[in-house]
């Protein structure tokens, strides 16, 4: 693919080599002092506790809970794992309403508990989970709402925790992308009856692998950790049916060491944000995603909408083009859950159901950003949309 796009890159006059010479990505991961990293690891071998709820997991849920000003902060293996635990203690079972715009790992934490996960469409003012949409997709069957705090932007928690009290059903959500992220006022951890995290290597926080829980609910922490641990309250007494969800202390120690400075690289986030606005702006067909001035985001995700008539050209094809350039940019989401397996075959979604989101998952572009990225890359990224669409024409006739 890069090679057959290469001539186009040529006319960047960018010496016929691809505009950077290592590859940009998505998601690269964040990374705390390795000093204090070490630090947490060699504490651990010197103790010789490798898991089953040791020091680190245990200092790392403590300051979990109080980060996101939570009374249970459970740490979980992953993301997913902590999704279909939280999906299992709340009771939901029969039908449950999610966005279709989402990672496929919302959906999958349902279905695979047997549970039909009923997608419906975006608000696009706040590309998360329409409030009016939910209520009409109600039924008998229903048990909960998982809302998704996209791109660390929140869903409208309080139309939602609404309609969860008026029609009696839990209330969860996916909050992977929101790590020090808030809503009226709120740091968002504290909404619903819990709140889902992901501390995968790509999230701003990050253990590695991770997940965590995070509720004001007692007796529902109580429930996860239990269930996490095989179902054991205490050494021999088993209560629930469970399985093996710990985190390991491994895994802690970098979450720990990354927790550290995880206000640096909201930072470094930001200031990448801003330059890409800059370098962005007045751009034909760039459509540039700003978070509202009255949350707090973490800037993780750089998002662009490109509109092909003003732009030129598709989003696929400047994907492309950025491929051949290395700049590894990603169709965050695309295409919508609906239209993923097994949910293609079990349900027939057709595509009027979800209109906001299938325009959206045609014209989303993830940039890479972060700290790992200099200002100069932002700089370059930009000029590339800027020639881009300079050249489009020329460039839509060499694609043919
Ligand atoms: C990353 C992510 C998950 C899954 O988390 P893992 O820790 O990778 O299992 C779930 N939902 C969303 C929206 C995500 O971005």
């Not at 060699?42 to 020091?55: E, H, K, Q």
């Not at 007692?218 to 239990?226: N, S, T």
């Amino acid at each position: 693919m890069s090679a057959a796009l290469n001539p186009i890159a040529r006319l960047a006059a960018f010496g016929g080599r691809p505009r950077f010479d290592r590859a940009l990505h998505v998601g690269r991961p964040n990374m705390g002092d390795r000093g204090r990293y070490l630090g947490y690891i060699n504490g651990m071998l010197d103790r010789g506790i490798l898991t089953n709820y040791g020091p680190l997991v245990r200092e790392l849920e403590t300051r979990l809970a109080e980060s996101l000003g939570v009374r249970h902060a459970v740490s979980v293996c992953n993301g997913t794992m902590a999704l279909e635990l939280g999906v299992r203690a709340l009771g939901m079972k029969g039908e449950v309403i999610m966005p279709a715009f989402t990672f496929v790992a919302t959906a999958h934490a349902l279905q695979w508990q047997e549970i039909k996960p009923v997608f419906v469409d975006i608000d696009p003012r706040t590309c998360t989970i329409d409030p009016e949409r939910v209520e009409r997709a109600i039924t008998p069957r229903t048990t909960g709402i998982v809302g998704v705090h996209l791109w660390g932007r929140a869903c409208d928690t309080e139309a939602l925790a609404d309609i969860a009290r008026r029609r009696g059903l839990r209330l969860m959500y996916d909050a992977a992308h929101a790590f020090g992220c808030s809503h009226g006022g709120r740091l968002i951890g504290g909404f619903g009856d819990c709140e889902v995290f992901s501390l995968h290597a790509t999230k701003v926080l990050h253990a590695g692998e991770g997940g965590v829980i995070a509720t004001n609910d007692d007796h529902l922490a109580e429930r996860v950790r239990y269930m996490q641990n095989f179902g054991f309250q205490g050494q021999d007494n088993v209560v629930f049916l469970g399985l093996n969800g710990k985190m390991s202390e491994a895994c802690a120690a970098m979450g720990l060491c990354n927790l550290d400075s995880v206000e640096e690289f909201i930072a470094a986030n930001r200031s990448r944000h801003e330059r890409y606005r800059g370098g962005l702006a007045g751009i034909p067909g760039v459509v540039f995603l700003e978070y509202p001035a009255e949350e707090r985001n973490n800037y993780q995700y750089l998002i662009v909408e490109l509109e092909q008539g003003d732009f030129g050209l598709s989003r696929d094809q400047v994907y492309r083009l950025l491929q051949a350039e290395n700049v590894l940019s990603r169709r965050y989401f695309f295409p919508g859950c609906h239209r993923m397996e097994p949910y293609r075959s079990l349900y027939a979604y057709p595509e009027y159901r979800v209109p906001v989101t299938e325009a959206l998952c045609g014209r989303v572009l993830a940039l890479p950003t972060g700290p790992q990225m200099g200002e100069d890359d932002v700089d370059g990224v930009c000029e590339l949309f800027r020639f881009f669409h300079e050249q489009a024409p020329a460039i839509r006739a060499a694609l043919g």
